[in-house]
């Protein structure tokens, strides 16, 4: 099972105040490669991201207080990492986390960039350093993502992850273009804003079994968290590419994370989840037809209140009877803004709703990013 490793990162966030999110819910179109997976066209999605990184540091609007930012899983150009990087650095504001999925590469090289990053993932070096003395992987592909902070005095913090429970198309017979599996999860602890924060990498959310997961382990750290320091896991944020996103195994997952199935569990009882999708039209060389990319949502403890309503581009339900409320996008190329609800428990008697959609924005012909009109289609308490 992998590590969790803590990090202190210094965000001055509002407190007591929610926090604002978008993901990036765009496609991506990936073919088999000699080490894993690729993009087909890198510099079309590199335009793509760039796009949206462009509509961020500019912040018309209410998009100055963007908070964190998610692209998916696999979506950024492994040849566009330092571009990336250099965008954050220079145009983004203070207090802003960006969490991107990156195309595959090479272990030797992943392991060159965690050495160049030395200063934030000293003990994932250990860690890979020990799979590394245990036999010849250098050649294993990695599918790994990065969790860039620009903390408030301005300084770059950048952390890396590789991903630790490859989907069906990364696992083969030939032993060298199986994955690599990854040996540690970053749990953020942000101050002054006492914000704590993860991110991991899709299938990484799974149970492998019900005792003994990567989600078990999230919930047991949770946990001492909470009985040591009274605090807890405040976000969980999945990206994705994922074609069923729906499926019942995350819903399982879902409901024991939410539903203390074994144990009573204070640390992750207020956790708000976000799982970040590819969108629709996004192709994976050997996936079955008829795939349903998209859905991407937003997951939050039962005892919060989330109306009932069923709009164009977004609905609520409790994901077919689980413990929780749930607000569910749909399956187009989309900008998804929203608000992250204050980590407590609303107040009874309060009629505000702890979660809200500021903006959901689609891309035009001329690759502008545009706010979307809502249709409401059926609605009610």
Not at 19 to 27: D, E, F, N, S, T
Not at 161 to 171: D, V, W
Not at 264 to 277: C, H, I, Q, S
Request: with cysteine.
């Amino acid at each position: 099972m992998p590590e969790i490793v803590d990090k202190k990162v210094n965000l001055d966030f509002p407190l007591g105040h929610h926090l604002h999110c978008m993901v990036a819910q765009i496609p991506n179109h990936l073919k088999r490669a000699d080490i894993g997976f690729c993009l087909v066209d890198p510099e079309e999605q590199w335009r793509l991201i760039n796009s949206v990184l462009d509509l961020v540091a500019t912040g018309e609007g209410n998009l100055k207080k963007l908070h964190i930012l998610l692209f998916p899983e696999s979506s950024l150009p492994a040849s566009r990492f330092d571009d990336m990087l250099t965008v954050i650095q220079q145009r983004f504001r203070p207090n802003t986390v960006t969490v991107f999925g990156i195309e595959h590469i090479l272990l030797r090289d992943y392991r060159a960039l965690l050495e160049r990053f030395r200063a934030d993932n000293a003990e994932a070096i250990d860690l890979v350093d020990h799979d590394i003395d245990s036999g010849d992987i250098m050649n294993m592909p990695v599918n790994w993502c990065c969790i860039a902070v620009k903390e408030t005095d301005g300084r770059l913090r950048v952390f890396l992850e590789a991903k630790s429970h490859p989907f069906h198309g990364e696992e083969y017979l030939d032993a060298f273009h199986d994955l690599y599996r990854g040996r540690h999860f970053y749990l953020f602890r942000s101050r002054p804003a006492c914000f704590n924060f993860m991110a991991i990498i899709c299938l990484d959310y799974l149970y492998r079994d019900l005792y003994s997961s990567n989600i078990r382990r999230i919930i047991d750290r949770a946990n001492q968290l909470f009985f040591t320091t009274r605090q807890g896991l405040d976000c969980l944020f999945v990206i994705q590419c994922n074609p069923k996103p729906e499926h019942r195994a995350y819903r399982d997952v879902i409901s024991g994370f939410y539903g203390e199935y074994l144990e009573d569990t204070p640390g992750v009882r207020e956790t708000v989840t976000v799982f970040g999708n590819v969108s629709e039209g996004t192709t994976i060389e050997g996936s079955p037809a008829g795939s349903a990319f998209g859905s991407s949502y937003v997951v939050l403890n039962r005892n919060h209140r989330l109306a009932q309503a069923n709009f164009s581009e977004f609905a609520t339900d409790d994901f077919n009877g689980a413990p929780v409320c749930r607000l569910r996008f749909g399956k187009g190329t989309r900008l998804l803004y929203f608000n992250l609800p204050p980590q407590h428990e609303i107040d009874p008697r309060t009629t505000r709703l702890p979660l809200k959609v500021h903006a959901v924005m689609a891309v035009d012909e001329s690759g502008v990013w545009r706010k979307i009109a809502i249709d409401e289609t059926a609605a009610g308490l």
